[in-house]
């Protein structure tokens, strides 16, 4: 492509409904690159959010879901209840470890502001 089918595309580009006629070169490449940013933020923050939830609903969940397949009558009526404990202790593990790192990654060297949420 030469130069004037590049101009005459990015004439024809809009961002976030800007005209950007004006952005050539370096300005319309750091304009693209702030939106990339902004979006990897957001979905940053959407991981993060969905990480949170999942360990606040695993634990306890997988901790209900061990004790319940690991009682003495459905061991002995149902042999498909050791596998299922053991997904469940596995899960548990998981997602505690999980929350763990993020809450040491979210503190930082700062892990003693974060002692009041695990109590």
């Known amino acids: 492509m030469n130069a004037d089918v ?3 595309k990015m004439a024809n580009f809009t961002v976030s409904g800007l005209d ?4 050539v070169g370096d300005e ?11 979006t ?3 979905l940053r923050r959407l991981y993060y959010a969905i990480w949170y939830i999942s360990v606040a609903l695993g634990v306890p969940g997988n901790l209900l879901s061990a004790i319940v397949w690991l009682r003495r009558h459905v061991t002995d009526r149902n042999t498909s209840a050791i596998y299922l404990s053991a997904v469940a ?4 593990v998981f997602n505690l470890c999980k929350g763990l ?3 040491y990654v979210d503190c930082g060297q700062n892990m003693w502001i974060c002692i009041p949420v695990l109590l």
């Open 89 to 92: 202790i596995n899960d548990l």
């Open 101 to 103: 790192y993020f809450l």
């Open 40 to 42: 990897s933020e957001r």
């Open 20 to 23: 950007n006629t004006s952005l």
């Open 6 to 8: 590049i101009q005459s």
């Open 28 to 38: 319309f490449l750091e304009t693209c690159a702030e939106h990339v940013l902004v």
